[in-house]
């Protein structure tokens, strides 16, 4: 009966002999082939004869080439007697799955050998592997050493264009300061610091540029003489609901005005304008905390500035932080307009929190 068992699970001397069986079938395949072709001559039947009257015939002599696939294929085997035991008892004999075409000429494999062989690949195996790790962990440090490379020069490269940067502009010639200033064109309305010790509220210098610093200290101290007449179309009062802000309108955003309360930009624009942005300032710390929670303000709320004819409502767009000389908030938008002004945040006062609104008829 021809063994069923898969391929996987047959030993080297099985395999080896299921290679033997499979390279006789081809040869005799290849001699019918041979013989269909006319390459091997068929040697003629005897006539029969009768038993009684003639001898057996003798076997008619082989073709050469089928001697050899003969001698090829079924080799004498040797008999060997099987050790005895010395005991007299049964000898154990091993048995093998045996094949329906099987010959008996098979012999078992030198396994030192394929053992040395198998030896010999794990060592070259093991040894590429090394140098393969080795050649990796090169090229990890090439690309290491190479980043590392590229941000030098970035440096470098960096450095030496702010040097040249800084010669060039020490050789461009200073310009003369404008004679006379105006606070408003310099710092946004507000600043201001306090002395911890007297809690007494004095003009924030430090925002000033110091090439103008000196202009600054000689007018900031000058005091206002009178303001400007009040018109009917001035800005008297703003009224902000969400911060539940009633208060009068002071013309002007000098120093002196923002302790006054909520002060007005004198930049010629008023609410019942067709273009022109209305901007109101007061302090966030001092002087009754006036815009202290402009931050609270959300797009979509409302407040009103009233004149001495009527009452104009705007509605915020949106707020932000700007620096104290980011005066281009204070600029005519080409559209009826509010701003409210006040530094931040609440008693650092090193920014601007600048709210902008947009006049909506009602």
Known sequence: MRDKRPVDELTIEELERVLAIRRREARQTQLKRMKADGRVIAQPEPAPAKRAELPAPEAPPLDPIEQALKADLFPEPETVAPPQPANGARPQVRT??????????????????QRGDDGWRRFVNGALLLV????????????????????????????????????????????????TLRLDQVVLPGGHTIDPITN???????EIPGHLLPLVRSQIRQPVIERPEITDEDAL???????NLDEAIVPG?????????????????TPSDNTGNVVLA????????????LDQLEPGDRFQIQTQSRTFTYVITHWELVEPTDVHVMEDQGRPTATLISCYPYRVNNQRIVVFAERIDV
């Open 282 to 293: 007061a302090h966030n710390d001092v002087y009754g905390e006036l815009f202290r929670h």
């Open 200 to 206: 007494s509220v004095d003009f924030n210098y430090d």
């Open 132 to 179: 393969e790790m080795a050649a990796v962990a090169g090229l990890i440090f090439l690309g290491v050493q190479l980043v590392g490379s590229i941000n030098t020069l970035e440096d470098e490269t960096r450095q030496a264009q702010a040097m040249s940067n800084a010669t060039r502009q020490a050789s461009l010639p200073t310009i003369a300061p404008t004679p």
């Open 253 to 269: 955003t000098d120093f002196e005005a923002l302790k006054m309360g909520v002060g007005r930009e004198l930049n010629g624009a």
């Open 237 to 243: 009062r703003v009224i902000i609901p969400r911060l």
């Open 96 to 113: 093998l799955p045996h094949f329906e075409d099987d010959h008996a000429g098979g012999t078992r494999p030198n396994t030192a050998g």
